[in-house]
């Protein structure tokens, strides 16, 4: 799995808080940092498959024929096929459980359904939650039958999924950090940001770690028309971010994305290295980063509950991006992480594509979970 990617150590250096953050080694380069020719589409689609191993298997989707086309129904069609495979198993059993539900007090009947939640990455806490609220209000207003009750499970799964989604770009540079561990979708992400937010956009190649991530969102820049800002490989990602900032000032940017490289929660050096970059940042415009958005990659389940913790404890994630909601199995842990840690998800990604990021709507992701097949 890309959250299993080792890295290596990250040089002590890096820890050090930069006494100045633009070492003489090399000179920042505003969309010119050398490359070799990537032209050729295909050698385009080389680079960005180097050095990373997504985790992400299209031929998984096609064994199941589950492989989601343009005509299933736009972006929304595109969540409920890939859920399919959930709602065949999961929701399929929750669809199944909640077809024989006849009376509130039956505890068999509730004690299924949380069953069944856990199991799609609800996680024990949220599920208790949701069950004991569900049943409460079912024996209040006397529910008995199964259209009702899942009028209710919806209504309540968006409660609990309601946050503000809007992204707040109204500063000039509105800078934006994409943090996350590795391979959850951050570049491609960025990459369909560019297309997704008004104004001009510059990106800045901060994930200066991985083999070919600075050619993977130079593609991106070269696709969308966004200046990229990038050094060389190794180079002090902080340092980067640094530059990156001036970079949109001086050239009146209204959005900057600062890709980074992707780390796991748990390594307490490679989080400490990012802390760096939010500092930097901070440093130059005090109240930047004005989002910390993180991709969550929703086919890794609870997991994806923990890594929302270690890196909201570490750099103050204002937002979640879900991703790769057109490959799972399980969308519960999207009510795992807005119910235990209040961070609002903001959008979600549903494929590949620059058209396969939209904003979060808590009532249709619900419906997309709950809803009848
Ligand atoms: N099916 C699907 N694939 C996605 C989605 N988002 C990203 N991917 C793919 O996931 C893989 C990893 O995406 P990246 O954007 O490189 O992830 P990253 O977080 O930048 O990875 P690192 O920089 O290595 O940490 C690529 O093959 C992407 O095309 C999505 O919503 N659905
Ligand atoms: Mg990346």
Known sequence: MATDIEQPEVEEEILDEPADVEPEDSKPEVETVEVEELAVEDEVAEAEQAGFEPDFE?????????????????????????????????????????????????????????????????????????????????????ITSSDQLRKLMIEHAARMLEGPVELDISRKPTVVLMVGVNGTGKTTTIGKLVNYLPGE????????????????????????????????????????????????????????????????????????ELEKVRRVIERRIPDAPHEVLMTVDATTGQNGLRQVKMFAESVGVTGIILTKLDGTAKGGIALAIANETGIPIKMISVGEKVGDLHPFDAREFAEALFGDL
């Open 201 to 272: 956009v510059m990106l800045a190649a901060g994930d200066t770690f991985r083999a070919a991530a600075i050619e993977q969102l130079q593609t991106w820049g070269e696709r969308t028309g966004a200046p990229v800002v990038a050094r060389q490989r190794g180079a002090d990602a902080a340092a980067v971010a640094h530059e990156a900032v001036e970079a949109a000032q001086q050239q009146n940017a209204d959005v900057l994305l600062v890709d980074t490289a992707g780390r796991l929660h748990t390594k307490i050096n490679l989080m400490a």
């Open 58 to 142: 299209p031929d998984a989707a096609e064994e199941t024929g589950e492989l989601v086309s343009e005509e299933s129904g736009g972006w929304f069609g595109r969540l409920r096929s890939g859920l399919k495979r959930s709602r065949e198993s999961v929701v399929g059993q929750l669809n199944a459980a909640i077809a024989e539900f006849r009376d509130a007090g039956d505890e068999e009947f509730w004690e299924r359904v949380e069953e069944i939640l856990i199991s799609s990455d609800v996680g024990v806490n949220t599920t208790a939650k949701l069950v004991a609220e569900l049943e409460q209000e079912a024996l209040e207003k006397n």
